[in-house]
């Protein structure tokens, strides 16, 4: 039976929801603990995570309080480590495919997400590339996908991995936020999320991540676009 699980994490951050989502997933019992990433407590960086970044875990150990991190506990960060290690110790979630071929499809479906579709809309969305860089790389991940399903079939780490950066690009999008031109957001969103043209498969699939329960129950979408709105606020002056 896995241990005792205490989670460090940030609604703000894409890279915490996603092992938020695999906790969800995996049903895992585990405590949350938020992390103010503009005034992060002082022992955070000594006691759970050097590098004073979300998501950490600290596994097993005493039960004592997450602002108390016992020595004892091991502690581990990075998302997509934290990802596969619940789906590792949750093999029923069905997180990690058992098939050798999905899992290796699953991994290189992630990395597509981590160095083409996550960079391009970054650059994208501070208005340091045009829309059509962008487009470029969902064409690539939608090339990924299978004619149904998710990005493997079955639900999977790939799927976990993406999500996130969906959601707050939904976000960006939606209230026109970023660097781009002022009025392209809304659709551009629409452009991705039809169902139909150049994009039918991706928005197909957009939407079907966004339905997931695990993603509802890990995202605080009142708290992010007002959080997004102040951060995005000068971009265009």
């Not at 981590?114 to 208005?127: E, M, R």
Request: charged share 25%; net charge neutral.
């Amino acid at each position: 039976m896995p241990e005792r699980i205490v989670l460090y994490t940030a609604k703000i951050c894409p890279y915490a929801q996603r092992v938020e989502i695999a906790l969800h997933e995996a049903k895992a019992p585990h405590i949350q603990y938020q992390i103010d990433l503009q005034n992060k407590p002082e022992w955070y960086a000594p006691k759970v995570n050097p590098a004073s970044k979300v998501p950490a875990i600290a596994y097993g150990g005493p039960d004592v309080p997450p602002d108390q991190p016992s020595p004892e506990s091991v502690k581990l960060a990075e998302s997509l480590i934290l990802v596969e290690f619940v789906a590792d110790l949750f093999p029923q979630s069905g997180l990690l495919p058992t098939d050798p071929v999905l899992r290796a499809k699953a991994r290189f479906f992630i990395d597509g997400v981590s160095t083409k579709l996550v960079p391009a809309w970054h650059a994208f969305s501070q208005g340091k590339t045009s829309v059509e860089d962008y487009y470029k790389a969902v064409e690539y991940i939608q090339d990924l996908l299978p004619a149904q399903g998710f990005a493997v079939g079955q639900y999977s780490i790939a799927d976990v991995a993406i999500t996130p950066f969906l959601a707050r690009a939904k976000i960006t999008l939606l209230n026109d936020l970023g660097g781009y031109p002022e009025g392209e957001g809304p659709k551009i969103l629409n452009e991705l999320r039809s169902g139909t043209g150049r994009f039918a498969r991706f928005g197909k699939y957009f939407t079907d991540l966004l339905e997931r329960e695990s993603f509802k129950a890990t995202f605080d979408e009142a708290y992010i676009t007002e959080r997004y709105k102040a951060r995005f606020a000068n971009l265009r002056q």
